[in-house]
């Protein structure tokens, strides 16, 4: 346990959770159930990366209400791994809901594979980076807890219980597919329109309610919009999934489409324990274009407390980058031969069976098989 601590209201208190911290002289230090300080008057945030989803634009608008105006960048963890996002870091950059970056000034996440490794721990010591993980539910509870004791974020409770249970796989099937206004506004949010995103940030900040946000016009449309897209993608996912030992492999390579794991699985139902959701093209030569990808999620409606096996297995057996959660997580498509191993080469349409092949060899060693 840790010491008690007296209160000051230029530090914060953070329970439970991993810090690096160089102004403390703390390094990678794990509390359970004790308590670190971390001085925030001396951080100079001045700008922000968030993940371009639903927690990570409510984790951004957190932070807003900590750093007030400072602008917003939202981006997704490819494009910060390749560099895109580059020009926005500095020892003044807040990177929050995405892999760490060497170059910001304070990392806030709680995905599985973004725990800070030893070595990031004194490199952040190093050149005074914080580094704050805990494993939570959503990046905007890690937020949440870590300064609701200095910024008034009361009117954010509306939004926490949601935004935990869709981005920690908590959401029942009837809730999924239910009207309520914190799915509905989650399913407008896309990174490449910031317009949208940053109205939508700024409500937040401003307190907005998600009743009051839902009946805003220019949500209200993107919700119709939304429903439309819904209704399409369920018809697609008909079309492209194909159910191997109770993995649902859905093929949306070269279709210009994109979904997540509730929608495959609510639709499939009790025929799957997990999907897999191939997406993304074999030549990526505009900007609206992603490389192949695949996303890996257990069926949560399934199996409520985790699923039979840890995905990211198969997430980070050939992308180094690869990784997430154990029951949500996703990868690049690999160069692989015919003998599943890796190859210097450039990724082709075949490699995607190839992929998939080991992936579901990867998938018949869970348990109970």
């Known amino acids: 346990m840790g010491p008690d601590w007296v209160w000051y209201t230029n530090w914060l208190r953070i329970d439970s959770i991993l810090v690096a911290n160089a102004k ?7 509390m359970l159930g004790g308590s670190l300080l971390v001085d925030i008057s001396e951080m100079e945030i ?21 750093w007030n105006g400072i602008p917003v960048r939202f981006s997704h963890p490819a494009e910060l791994r390749r560099g895109d996002v580059d020009d926005w870091m500095t020892r003044k950059t807040a990177v929050l809901d995405l892999p760490f970056h060497p170059e910001c000034g304070l990392h806030i996440d709680h995905h599985l594979t973004n725990k800070p490794t030893p070595t990031q721990l004194e490199v952040a010591a190093e050149v005074g980076c914080e580094i704050v993980w805990e494993s939570a539910l959503s990046a905007a509870r890690v937020c949440y807890n870590t300064f609701q004791e200095t910024t008034d974020l009361s009117d954010i409770e509306a939004w926490m219980e949601m935004v935990d249970k869709l981005d920690g796989g908590k959401i029942s099937r009837e809730e999924f597919l239910s009207n309520h206004p914190i799915v509905w506004i989650g ?22 309610r ?45 279709k210009g489409i994109r979904t997540n794991g509730y929608l495959v699985t609510a639709h499939v139902g009790e025929r799957c324990d997990a999907c897999m959701i191939i997406h ?7 900007d609206e274009k992603w490389p192949l990808s695949a996303s890996f999620y257990s069926n949560s409606f399934l199996h409520e407390e985790g699923g039979l096996f840890d995905l990211t297995r198969m997430a980070t057996a050939f992308d180094v980058d690869g990784g997430g959660h154990a029951n949500a997580c996703g990868c690049r498509i690999q160069p692989l031969s015919d003998g599943g191993l890796l190859e210097e080469r450039k990724v082709v349409a075949i490699d995607v069976g190839r992929n998939i092949g080991a992936w579901l060899t990867k998938w018949s060693t869970r348990s109970g098989q």
């Not at 403390?24 to 794990?30: A, D, M, R």
């Not at 429903?227 to 949306?252: P, Y």
């Open 24 to 30: 403390s002289g703390v390094q990678g230090q794990t």
């Open 46 to 66: 001045e700008r922000i990366v968030a993940d371009g989803d639903l927690d990570g634009l409510l984790s951004a608008a957190i932070l807003r209400r900590v």
């Open 187 to 208: 399913r407008t949010i896309d990174a490449t329109d910031d317009s949208y995103c940053q109205s939508l940030l700024q409500h937040l900040v401003e307190g907005a």
């Open 210 to 254: 998600p009743d009051e946000l839902v009946n805003l016009h220019f949500v209200a449309e993107k919700i119709e919009d939304a429903k439309e897209e819904f209704r399409r993608l369920q018809s697609m996912v008909d079309q492209c999934t194909e159910i191997v030992d109770r993995m649902a492999i859905v093929r949306l390579d070269e």
């Open 280 to 286: 993304g093209y074999e030549d990526v030569d505009t």
